[in-house]
């Protein structure tokens, strides 16, 4: 009855203030509206059918083609060198103009990562960095309708390890620029293609040293743009279309390792509590508390307004007045593990090890868990809430890694990154009339970039539903040869993009 009555009284208080606008000032946006691609991304019939085969099946050059090329990374120390080095001789093969252009210069770091430097010709303008991972987990073929490692084509879709996360975007960043050089195009602002190879271990021998020489070179970037947010379709209940969603924050991380010494012993006398006993309650109870729920600091309100016209009523009501309506919300987006995942620092247990024999008391126990921690809160804060949370003395937390959540970055009308990146969503996706600030959930490279930029944005110019996210680091990966090509589309317009507007920035490099 109480929350009828404060419904109602919300809902006159709207009716009579008027429903929430937005205002937005012009500039940047202003001047993006009216920029135009000088060469436009329409493609041959053999220029399509040469994307997609160099993607998936190359029978042109050499006998593989990109997704066939198993390049797993097992552990930040164990990754499979042979295909590593095969991906680099691949793309020198395929991409030919992309690595004799005399204003393109290639570098190989780490071992197996790339660095392109492209010269734009008009020095002044600050360079911005295109970033993406050649390395793909792991994939076993049980489960797997057609060998992950196949690059098939089948309906309409390339499937295999590696299609979603991420040599699409490998692939698809070097062809556009291998198009755009076939049609002599020349890009003014100078630009950064850093292609890493261990980014599903932790990049530290890919994009952390690419990111070192970058910084040691004086560069500065206007902005980056990884993988990591997409156009999302069906993730939230009951809105009516898809939205593009570019994610402006990252979660922080700690890997924690729970463990539990006891002296051993036979299992016909046991004990009272043994390792395992006590630290099955220990990750039971860090499973049952969920760290506080953060709704409100971060992007995710911003996201939430702008997109409440997109909810029948009354949600758009509720969502168009945050201020009135917060913990209503707040405990709505709980309900849904991916929602979830955007209110709070989760916990995940991801690893738990103990017994050698079946009739031996183990003397040790080991756990691990996964914590990806919200925009607002830092590794020391969450690390003191599991100390709380555990409150047991004979529990010992060791921590494995950890980084803090990534800066927010800016998604106003002068952050050139993401005015570029919206006004190129609108200009590839007609139909898609929503761009959002989010966070993403995941981790990428581009946190290696933090020192050169404060504008890092991650997304992926393609449809996700949740059934698609699934295929990521799951069975059945696979993107639609449409969505390939529009991805291509995508970045052959955005390298335009990014030549097409002005504005000033504090510091000129020159490469
Ligand atoms: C209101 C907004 C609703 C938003 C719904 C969000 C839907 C999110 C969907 C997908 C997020 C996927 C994130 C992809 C990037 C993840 C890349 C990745 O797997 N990275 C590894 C890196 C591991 C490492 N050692 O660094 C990871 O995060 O584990
Ligand atoms: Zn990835
Ligand atoms: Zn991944």
Known sequence: MARRCLYLLALGGVLLLGIATFSRSKGLRRSLRGAASRIPSQFSEEERVDMKRRFSISDCLTLTGAIQIPTVSFTSEDYNTTALAEFGEYIYKVFPTVFSTSFIQHEVVGGYSHLFTVQGSDPSLQPYLLLAHIDVVPAPAEGWKVPPFSGLEHDGFIWGRGTLDNKNSVMAILQALELLLIRDYIPQRPFFIALGHD???????????????????????????????????????????????????????INLMLQVN???????????????????????????????????????????????????????????NLWLFWPFVRRFLERNHITNALVRTTTALTMFNAGIKVNVIPSVAQAVVNFRIHPAQT?????????????????????????????????????????????????????????????????????????????????????????????????????????????????????????????????????
């Not at 099955?280 to 409440?308: I, W, Y």
């Not at 004979?394 to 990154?417: C, I, K, M, T, Y």
Request: hydrophobic share 40%; charged share 20%.
């Open 199 to 253: 980014e599903e271990v932790s990049g530290k021998n890919g994009a952390r040293k690419i990111s070192t020489l970058l910084q040691a070179r004086g560069v500065q970037l206007a902005f980056v743009v990884d993988e990591g947010s997409f156009i999302l379709d069906g993730f939230i209940p009951n809105v009516k279309k898809p939205f593009a969603q570019i994610a402006v924050a990252e979660k922080g991380s």
């Open 262 to 320: 006891v002296t051993p012993g036979h299992s016909s006398a046991p004990q009272k509590e043994t390792s395992i006993g006590i630290l099955a309650a220990a990750v039971s109870r860090l499973e049952q508390t969920p760290l506080p729920n953060m709704f409100g600091d971060g992007p995710l309100k911003t996201t939430l307004e702008l997109l409440a016209n997109e909810f029948s009523f009354p949600t758009n009501i509720i969502l168009s």
């Open 379 to 511: 590794v020391q804060e969450v690390l003191e809430l599991v100390k709380n949370i555990v409150a047991d003395d004979r529990v010992q937390l060791h921590v494995l890694s950890a980084f803090d959540p990534e800066p927010v970055s800016p998604s106003d009308n002068q952050a050139l990154g993401y005015q570029l990146l919206r006004h190129t969503i609108h200009s590839v996706f007609p139909e898609v009339s929503i761009v959002a600030p989010g966070t993403c959930i995941g981790n990428t490279d581009s946190r290696h970039y933090k020192n050169l930029s404060n504008g890092i944005y991650r997304f992926n110019p393609f449809y996700l539903r949740p059934q698609d996210f699934t295929g990521i680091h799951g069975l059945n990966e696979k993107i639609s040869v449409q969505a390939y090509e529009t991805h291509v589309k995508f970045i052959f317009e955005l390298i335009q993009n990014a030549d097409t507007v002005r504005v000033s920035v504090p510091h000129v490099h020159e490469l």
